[in-house]
């Protein structure tokens, strides 16, 4: 007993030597690197824009399916509501293009950020809200598609044609950056799933009859509209896959969730951005 | 009468909760969404209503010639990260997601494929 004990330590110490040796070495672009050279040899035949339509990539029929649906989407009013409320004043008087910057065009592909000053992930909701909140406004409540939802699926094309271009600079957003990755690829629930069982490990594969889409390019296209026009955001997304793989799952505009969208948006970092889309 | 009443719900509460799990064979556990939903992983070429199966693990055949030994193909199923630690297959029995009897019954029904 005591010897199977000792030979257990000898050969976990072993496992973490090498872990530490992994980790070491390993950074955010060395990640997004390692799995955008997986897709690679797995899917020689992808090109690298063509991860922008995630699971539709793989699908011929799907993809004629989103093109002709893309021509005239049904969401159309949603957006327009969203510019709507965009062109409207704040209490103050200023507009969101006035307290954004660049006036809030081309800035998506660089949220989320890590705010220094503040020690924690911001996502482009939350800037949106510190802008209402300096003019005068509630904030809106961050997983609310009449109102945070709709006004970011207009905003969001304002950078469409922008790549993504996520940073991790410094402890804190190491840190946070860290965080949202081992959300990405632990297991848990009971069915042992982690995001990257099925989106990284099982991209392309169907599950009963549904594609997986790889993690590569998922970040860069939201909100997307399913079946018609049900608003549907990154972090609801997040919602979702995690009730439906029975994982414990947070609400939108979490800690954990921000540090997740903070990774993932990171693997798709040097891709379009193309708001908002149409999603079965 | 209201004793009465309420003895004959018990009765046929307990007649549909046994009917019920007799009625549930290996076959509908395995299909089953929420319990076995091996198709979405497998597909089982031997039955023709096993549709839209998905294909990450290998087609459920001849089960019987390859798993000699129940025990093992039991085995399997109850945690299959035992003989594959990377597995995506969900450890069924220890995690519960199948009772140890409803896991009986599919290796049955396996052995029929």
Same mark, same amino acid.
């Given at each position: ?73 049904? *969401?159309?009013?949603? @957006?327009?509501? #969203?510019? &709507? /409320? ?6 103050? $008087?200023?507009?969101? =293009? ?55 699926? *207009?905003?969001?094309? @304002?950078?469409? #044609?922008? &790549? /993504? ?6 402890? $804190?957003?190491?840190? =946070? ?62 919602? #979702? ?40 | ?113």
């Amino acid at each position: 007993m005591k010897k199977i004990v000792k030979k257990t330590l000898i050969a976990m110490a072993g496992l973490g030597v090498l872990m530490g040796a992994v980790s070491a070495n390993a950074g955010p672009e060395e990640d997004r690197l390692k799995v955008v050279n997986y897709f690679k040899n797995k899917f020689p035949d992808l090109k690298p824009e063509d991860y922008v339509l995630s699971a539709l990539a793989f699908d011929p029929d799907a993809r004629y399916q989103y093109n002709s649906i893309m021509e005239f989407p049904p *969401y159309l009013g949603v @957006l327009e509501k #969203g510019e &709507k /409320m965009w062109k409207t004043p704040l209490k103050s $008087g200023k507009t969101y =293009a006035d307290c954004l910057p660049n006036g809030g065009k081309m800035i998506a592909g660089n949220y989320p950020i890590f705010d220094n000053a503040k020690g924690k992930v911001v996502t482009l909701e939350d800037a949106i809200n510190d802008c209402r909140v300096g003019n005068g406004e509630e904030p809106y409540k961050i997983g609310d598609d009449s109102t945070m939802g709709t006004l970011s699926a *207009y905003m969001r094309t @304002l950078s469409d #044609g922008m &790549k /993504m271009n996520i940073k991790v600079e410094g402890e $804190g957003a190491m840190k =946070a950056y860290e965080d949202g990755k081992h959300t990405f690829y632990a297991r848990a629930g009971q069915l042992n799933f982690s995001c990257g069982s099925c989106h990284v490990d099982n991209a392309g594969v169907r599950i009963r009859s549904e594609l997986l889409s790889p993690v590569v390019g998922q970040a860069v296209h939201w909100p997307a509209f399913r079946g018609g026009d049900k608003l549907t955001t990154l972090q609801e997304r997040y919602e #979702g896959c995690q009730k439906n793989v029975r994982h414990v799952n947070d609400k939108a505009g979490s800690t954990r969730y921000n540090n997740l969208e903070y990774f993932h948006s990171y693997m798709s970092n040097g891709l379009e951005m193309k708001s908002s889309v149409f999603r079965k | 009468m209201r004793k009465r009443a309420s003895i004959i719900t018990g009765v046929l509460a307990t007649l549909l909760a046994s009917s019920a799990y007799a009625a549930e064979t290996g076959k509908d556990i395995a299909f089953n969404r929420s319990k076995g939903n091996c198709l979405a992983c497998h597909a089982m070429p031997t039955l023709p209503d096993a549709e839209q199966p998905g294909e990450s693990g290998p087609p459920l055949i001849a089960m019987q010639a390859r798993f000699p030994d129940k025990k093992v193909l039991r085995a399997k199923i109850w945690d299959a990260t035992v003989s594959n630690p990377a597995t995506f297959m969900p450890p069924m029995g220890k995690h519960q997601v199948m009772t140890e009897e409803e896991i009986d019954k599919v290796v049955e029904f396996l052995y029929g494929l």
